[in-house]
């Protein structure tokens, strides 16, 4: 039997991962020094070194700040020929960590793009980014994740997307769920709402959910700079062309960014969706 052990497995990837290696026939150790680990058929293991010396796999489900340490700290102590599987967000300074292992270990540098709230890995997407051998690394990975989409994207253009996909939609939702937060006639507000709010709220307090470690590392992206800056640019833009009554502005802006979505997408079709959504969720 396979072992694989799970460093943060007391965290809400940790156990995600623990229960899923579990369930695809691996013998699992967890380690956490700082989350209580639970779960069934979980060997506990009350050292970082103790739990990987026999492990075939290790999966780190740690703090990207901490990650590049434990990945110094565990490498050297591995079995030959084993697998450290890198999961977090952000891949620059954890991919100079894997590449400078020992030979004899093999690094898997992967991003999981959902949640622990998943029940099954099928159509779920990964990211893998390439360290030594990428077709290797690759072909391992979907080994340990059948069902699941995988895209191959090196570690700086990794970083400068999902300041798109993950800092920006944070950011944004951050500061919405900040500000509905302060709302004290909340009741008031909900039975005033359409579909629009209902669907932001929903979103914004599902984000809401995730440690504010990973919130926090999500925004710290250094990429995501340039995203956020255009961002405040455009909302101040906006505000002061609708003070100085400059419709035509205004009517411009949203005019040409439909005019790009729509090369892309059809936003009827995703209006329908929303729809559809709002509909399975008050069910």
Not at 138 to 158: P, R, Y
Not at 209 to 237: H, M, Q, Y
């Amino acid at each position: 039997m396979k072992k694989m052990t799970v460093i943060g497995a007391g965290g809400q990837m940790g156990q995600w991962f623990a229960k899923y290696f579990t369930s695809e026939g691996f013998e699992v150790t967890g380690y956490d020094s700082e989350n209580k680990i639970t779960g069934k058929d979980i060997i506990q293991s009350d050292s970082l070194v103790g739990a990987i010396l026999k492990a075939d796999y290790v999966v780190l489900c740690t703090p990207t700040r901490r990650t590049p340490e434990i990945i110094r700290l565990i490498a050297k102590e591995m079995k030959r020929g084993t697998y450290l599987i890198e999961i977090s967000s952000e891949k620059s300074k954890v991919v100079s960590s894997l590449s400078k292992m020992p030979d004899k270990i093999n690094p898997i540098c992967i991003h999981p793009m959902f949640g622990p709230g998943i029940k099954t890995i099928k159509g779920q997407n990964i990211i893998s980014v390439p360290i030594k051998d990428a077709k290797k690394e690759l072909t391992v990975t979907k080994s340990l994740f059948e069902g699941a989409n995988f895209v191959t994207i090196d570690a700086i253009e990794h970083d400068k997307k999902i300041a798109v996909i993950l800092g920006l939609t944070h950011l944004m939702n951050v500061v919405f769920a900040n500000i509905i937060s302060k709302d004290e006639k909340m009741h008031l507000t909900e039975k005033m709402s359409g579909t629009t709010f209902r669907v932001q709220k929903t979103l914004a307090e599902s984000i809401m959910t995730e440690s504010p470690e990973l919130i926090e590392t999500i925004i710290a992206n250094p990429e995501i700079r340039r995203v956020a800056e255009e961002f405040w640019k455009d909302i101040g833009r906006l505000l002061t062309a609708v003070q100085e009554s400059k419709t035509e502005e205004v009517i411009n802006y949203i005019k040409e960014c439909q005019e790009r979505l729509e090369k892309y997408n059809d936003i009827n079709e995703s209006y329908k969706k929303l729809t559809k959504m709002v509909k399975a969720v008050e069910k």
